[in-house]
């Protein structure tokens, strides 16, 4: 199925919607088709909702998760640079195939490159792209810089993240 093309409406499980917050509690939140990390106090954000649904088609003991903003319109990305691999909202301004999270779950293993691995390590987890394994979602050191991955043995990675219901 291509992505974007929609179908008679399916049953989908509960959309979840949390903020993401890293170690330093600081939340996620999107400018620029970019994911920040920020204070929304200090650094004039708004702590962006993420959406969350299970990808079917993977193996679920892995907790395969699919993370989109902005009512699922926009979903997170794992892309192939000339760098290695590079975190990306999709779709790009003014794309012409838009990508829902709702038709991400009907794809199954197709979405690859939208899926992430949640790792539980107590209350707090990390994040695994499931398109590159060993590589994670990773928070910035510098405020209102974007998130990227980066590689599971890099010494100041900050892959740790906690969910917070949304009000």
């Not at 590079?86 to 293993?109: F, H, M, R, T, W």
Request: proline content about 8%; charged content about 25%; hydrophobic content about 35%.
């Amino acid at each position: 199925m291509a992505l974007g093309k929609h179908e008679p409406q399916e049953a989908f499980p509960c959309l979840k919607a949390d903020l993401i917050k890293d170690a330093d509690q600081k939340t996620l939140y999107s400018k620029a088709n970019q994911l920040l990390v920020g204070d929304p106090e200090v650094d004039n954000c708004c702590a962006e909702k993420i959406c969350i649904l299970p990808n079917r088609g993977l193996d679920r003991t892995k907790v395969p998760i699919f993370l989109g903003i902005q009512g699922g319109s926009r979903c997170l990305a794992c892309v192939e640079t000339g760098d290695g691999p590079s975190l990306q909202l999709e779709p790009a301004p003014l794309s012409p195939q838009d990508v829902n999270i709702e038709d991400l779950y009907k794809c199954g293993e197709q979405a690859t490159r939208f899926t992430f691995f949640q790792r539980s390590l107590g209350s707090a987890f990390r994040l695994e792209a499931s398109a590159r394994p060993g590589w994670f979602l990773c928070g910035p050191t510098e405020p209102q810089q974007p998130v990227r991955l980066a590689k599971e043995s890099e010494p100041s990675a900050r892959t740790e993240f906690y969910f917070e219901q949304s009000r």
